[in-house]
């Protein structure tokens, strides 16, 4: 069973980068596909981006030219890379496990972290 925990949020100003980390202490990190998720107070959860088992990546449409998702199998690791960042960007930030080879949708995940925050300044 997976077992996930985000860390790598904080404040950036706007145009700045940031490098969230979700470690599984579970033992099933290299047979799950992975994703990240965001999430705003009042909204649902959000798909940015994924990652199968393999290492295959796949994006939301408007994110794509700005993040960039990775795993690091050996070390538990799943990784994303967001840049050029916006205040519209700031929000709970979510890596979780599915069984599913690709998915967007969040009830195909299993397995959540707790979440990290990002904070965008103007």
């Known amino acids: 069973q997976a077992q996930l925990s985000e860390s790598g949020g904080g404040l950036v100003q706007a145009g700045g980068s940031v490098r969230l980390s979700c470690v599984d202490s579970g033992r099933t990190f290299a047979s799950h596909s992975m994703g990240w998720f965001r999430q705003t107070p009042g909204k649902e959860r959000e798909f940015v981006a994924g990652i199968s088992w393999s290492g295959n990546t796949y994006y939301a449409d408007a994110e794509k030219d700005r993040i960039t998702i990775s795993r690091i199998n050996l070390r538990n690791t799943l990784y994303l890379q967001m840049n050029k960042l916006q205040p519209e960007d700031t929000a709970g930030y979510y890596c979780?496990?599915?069984?599913?080879?690709?998915?967007?949708?969040?009830?195909?995940?299993?397995?959540w972290g707790q979440g990290t925050q990002v904070t965008v300044s103007s």
């Open positions: 979780a496990a599915t069984r599913e080879t690709l998915s967007r949708a969040p009830g195909q995940y299993h397995a």
